[in-house]
Every structure is written in structure tokens, then in C-alpha cells.
């Protein structure tokens, strides 16, 4: 059976981690990998978390299994967390999922059951694994613009066109904040905007939230979250905990159904529950006890927020170290976008060629779309790497 598959393409994000790793310079840069890192190049188990596995273990009477729905007490603080304390609970469903992609894998399962006809518009560029996870699973992906490269702003006037031409039960998927790859947001008016063309066509917003605590704080990140479960009849919100709980290879996340009324929701419930069923059958449990101890727990909920801060504040100040190193050492090219974005990423904005440059010349290691995780900037790196920048950019 098997003589007749080919090797599968690599993957490009892990053809440069090894390469990264074989490079024998000291001072080279990893600014491709997707995980956040210390100034000391680590990602943690955050304090907070150590603190209620730990717990966990002390308290755990049971390894049965749990249902395909999860654990009811992680799913209802999750949906406050999402939704906020006045969410419309009685027509929303959610589930606990296997990180964000589990999520989105189920999302498109459900999209296939309710509306096999309908297409997923997503932002160009989006996250590169939105395609093989909502593609891959059978949904037709239509894009829609996004990201202008000359200028580095959003294109949202022809968004909206966009979106204005797509057929009323046509799905929108949205970056609830900090936007992968590019780091840009919409603003609060163009979410206003983007909700009148949602509610104008009949379209259905399909929100994917993986940095909720990134960009501001907890609540003003989940804003388009909120602002659509307002004003539209039925959406689907994917949720992920890798980044913002440090729990990556535990596999939290949450996809939240919203119905147009109660009786509704509970069929969508029923329907997805028997989805997950033919999928994994049941999430995994671990990681989503954690994340349930610690959003229950008022002190591990306050130690949780400071964490959160602490990641999101580096994140910031390596972006405005880096914008203000460039702006310095080459005024002739304007890198203020990278003190723009939010979250870990956005697009340096220089050639394939460019990146080839610093990759042999300096050990500065970044995927061929020019994105660039900041997290991979250090107070010790970023004078290096900014000349790196500028020496490729100058061509010296
Ligand atoms: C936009 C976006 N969505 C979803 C995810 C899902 O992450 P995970 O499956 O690790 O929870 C990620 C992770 O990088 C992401 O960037």
C-alpha cells in the first residue's frame, strides 16, 4: 500500500529550525520558529502553570475519560473568558478542542455538515496552516485582501469590497488581534465596518483567537469577539491556549457555536459532539485542567494576568527596540510598522534574496514571506541584527 506515496514536502518552518540549530555561529538569530522566547532564548512553563499542575497531581482521583465535549468547568470559563461575563450563553455551545488547529479542524467538519456549498474567506495572507487545516478538510478557501507589502497598512477598503461580493452564507475568517503573519489589526471602526458588511450580507463570521491577551489586555483583545456575538445570528469562534498559557504541546483550545436560539444551539451541540466523536472522540485532558484551575482560582487567575503581561510587554519592547535600531542606523527606509503590529509577528518587508543574505552572511534566520517572530529579539542581539539588517539592505 504504502509504495505508492511520495515524501510529502517538508515543512518550511522545519527545514530552518534545523538549519538554525547546525549552524555553528554564536551570534546567530532565530526569528522563524512560532513559540514565544525569554530574553534568554527559552519558553517556560510559566510559573503559574508549574503551580496548578502541581495541584493537578495532588488533586486528580481520575484518569477515566471525559466526554467529547471536554470538561464542562474549562468550557464555561473559557466562554466567560472569550465572550465576557454577558455573553449569550443560552445560545452558545463550546467545547474543549486539541490547541486552536484541533479547533479549526473541527470547525471546518461542522462548516462541511451545515453548509458543505458555502466558501471560508480568509485574509491574504493568513496563517499558512489555516489552508491545509480548513482546505485540507474540504472547505473551499476564497481570499479576501489584507495586507498591503508596499506599505505596510491593511487594505480594509478593499476588504470590505471584498466581502461585499461574497454570497449572503459565506463564511469570514477573522483574526480576532494579532494577525498571523502580518501583526496588523483592524482598528475598532474597521471592525464596525466589517460587522455591517457581516450583518449587511448574511455572512458568518468564523473568529480565530490564538493570542487573546497580546495585544492589550484580555478583555479589549477579544473586542471583535464580543462586538460580532452582538450583533450577528450565528458564528464560530476558534480558541487557542498555546501562547497565551505557555501550553503548547498540551493541547488546550475551545471552538465556541453560536445558534440563532436555544433550541438551535443544542442541535449544533448534539452535532458537534457526534463530530468529535468520529475524529479523536475526546480531547485531551491535562492542559485543560491547568488552564480550568487557574481561571477558577482568584489568586492563580491575578498570577496567570501578571505572566501574560510580563510576555506581551517583551514582545512590545523588542518590536519598539528593533523599529527605533533601524530608524537610527538607515533613516532612509521606514521600519515603522514593526513598532505598529502586535503579538509575535509581522513582516520585516525585505526580499527573498534579502533573507538568503542574512541567513549566510549574518545567521539571521527568518521564513521567505519576510515574517519575523520578535520574540527571537534580545536587548543583547538587536544592535547585531539591525546592522545585519541594514548591511543586506545597503547591499555592503
Ligand atoms: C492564527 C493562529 N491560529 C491558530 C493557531 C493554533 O495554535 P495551536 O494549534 O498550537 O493551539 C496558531 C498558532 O500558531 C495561530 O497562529
Redesign the pocket.
Known amino acids: 500500500m504504502f509504495e505508492s506515496l511520495q515524501a510529502a514536502q517538508a515543512d518550511a518552518i522545519l527545514g530552518l529550525i534545523a538549519e538554525y540549530r547546525n549552524d555553528p555561529r554564536d551570534n546567530k538569530i532565530d526569528l522563524g520558529v ?1 513559540v514565544y522566547r525569554t530574553a534568554q532564548g527559552d519558553t517556560p512553563v510559566l510559573d503559574v502553570v508549574k503551580r496548578a499542575e502541581q495541584m493537578l497531581v495532588d488533586q486528580q482521583m481520575s484518569k477515566s475519560y471525559i466526554g467529547t465535549a471536554g470538561a464542562a468547568d474549562f468550557n464555561s470559563a473559557m466562554q466567560a473568558l472569550v465572550f465576557g461575563d454577558a455573553g449569550p450563553t443560552d445560545r452558545l455551545a463550546t467545547i474543549q478542542t486539541p ?4 479547533s ?1 479542524r473541527v470547525a471546518a467538519g461542522m462548516i462541511l455538515r451545515a453548509s458543505p456549498d458555502a466558501s471560508v474567506w480568509v485574509s491574504e495572507p493568513t ?1 499558512a ?2 489552508v491545509p487545516l480548513l482546505g485540507g478538510a474540504g472547505v473551499t478557501l476564497k481570499p479576501y485582501p489584507y495586507y498591503d507589502t508596499e506599505n505596510h497598512v491593511i487594505k480594509i477598503d478593499e476588504m470590505l469590497a471584498a466581502l461585499r461580493m461574497a454570497p449572503a452564507g459565506d463564511i469570514v475568517l477573522l ?1 480576532a488581534c494579532c494577525h ?1 503573519p502580518s501583526g496588523l489589526d483592524l482598528s475598532v471602526d474597521d471592525w464596525q465596518a466589517v460587522a455591517d458588511v457581516v450583518v449587511e450580507r448574511e455572512l458568518v463570521p468564523f473568529i ?1 483567537m ?2 487573546q491577551g497580546f495585544v492589550e489586555n484580555l478583555d479589549s483583545d477579544a473586542y471583535a469577539v464580543r462586538l460580532m456575538a452582538e450583533r450577528v445570528p450565528e458564528m464560530m469562534v ?1 480558541t ?4 497565551n498559557f505557555g501550553l ?1 504541546r498540551d ?1 488546550v ?1 475551545t471552538l465556541s457555536l453560536l445558534a440563532a436560539d436555544t433550541a438551535a444551539r443544542d442541535i449544533v451541540s448534539s452535532q458537534v459532539n457526534n463530530l468529535v466523536r468520529s475524529i479523536y472522540s475526546v480531547p485531551p485532558d491535562h492542559g485543560a485542567a491547568v488552564v480550568s484551575l487557574i481561571l477558577h482560582d482568584e489568586g492563580l487567575r491575578g498570577a496567570w494576568v501578571t505572566e501574560l503581561a510580563q510576555m506581551r510587554e517583551r514582545l512590545i519592547d523588542m518590536r519598539v527596540l528593533l523599529a527605533e535600531a533601524l530608524a537610527e542606523k538607515a533613516p532612509e527606509h521606514n521600519f515603522s510598522h514593526l513598532a505598529r503590529a502586535t503579538g509575535m509577528f509581522c513582516f520585516l518587508g525585505v526580499t527573498v534574496e534579502q533573507i538568503a543574505r542574512l541567513k549566510k552572511d549574518f545567521g539571521v534566520y527568518m521564513v521567505n514571506s519576510s515574517r519575523i517572530n520578535v520574540a527571537g529579539i534580545t536587548p543583547d542581539n538587536v544592535n547585531y541584527l539591525a546592522d545585519s539588517i541594514v548591511a543586506t539592505l545597503r547591499n555592503e
Not at 490547541?99 to 484541533?102: D, I, L, M, N
Not at 487557542?240 to 501562547?243: D, F, L, Q, R, Y
Open positions: 512560532g490547541g486552536g488547529s484541533g479549526l496563517w496552516n489555516h483574526h498571523n480565530d490564538a493570542y476558534a487557542s491556549c498555546s501562547k503548547y493541547r483550545g
